[in-house]
């Protein structure tokens, strides 16, 4: 008997520190997360490679548990390592349908601090 495959969501957030990764059904309900940073990597080696590829295994392997083969991604954030990360997800055997960058844009900027009066 063949098992029924499932769709799910893949959050990914970046911030200027560490990655977040969190898988979720269709009703939003969370399944798995993991960080670059849950396998005990400090500072800096959080945003190599080789904890990026422990994390996207960890993936793998929860979206296997659960019987997921197909994704739609949803990214968040401005990571220095955006595009690394990504390409890796490509390399890996995660199968997705839909990519969004959801990050937030501000339209106008800070606003300008007034003049000091004297």
């Known amino acids: 008997m063949q098992q029924k495959k499932y769709t799910g969501i893949l959050f ?6 560490n990655t977040h990764f969190l898988l979720t059904d269709h009703a939003g309900q969370v399944k798995a997360w993991t960080t670059a940073g849950r396998s005990k990597i400090k500072g800096v080696k959080k945003n ?3 904890s990026i590829f ?11 548990n659960l019987n997921y083969s197909y994704f739609h991604v949803r990214i968040k954030g401005w990571g220095k390592n955006k595009k690394n990360i990504f390409k890796i997800l490509k390399q890996s055997k995660l199968k997705f349908i839909s990519v969004i960058d959801i990050t937030s844009c501000p339209y106008n ?5 007034r003049k000091r009066k004297l």
């Open 12 to 17: 990914l957030s970046f911030s200027s520190n």
């Open 48 to 50: 190599l490679s080789l």
């Open 54 to 64: 422990e994390t996207i295994r960890f993936l793998e392997q929860e979206a296997n």
């Open 109 to 113: 900027g800070c606003r300008i601090p």
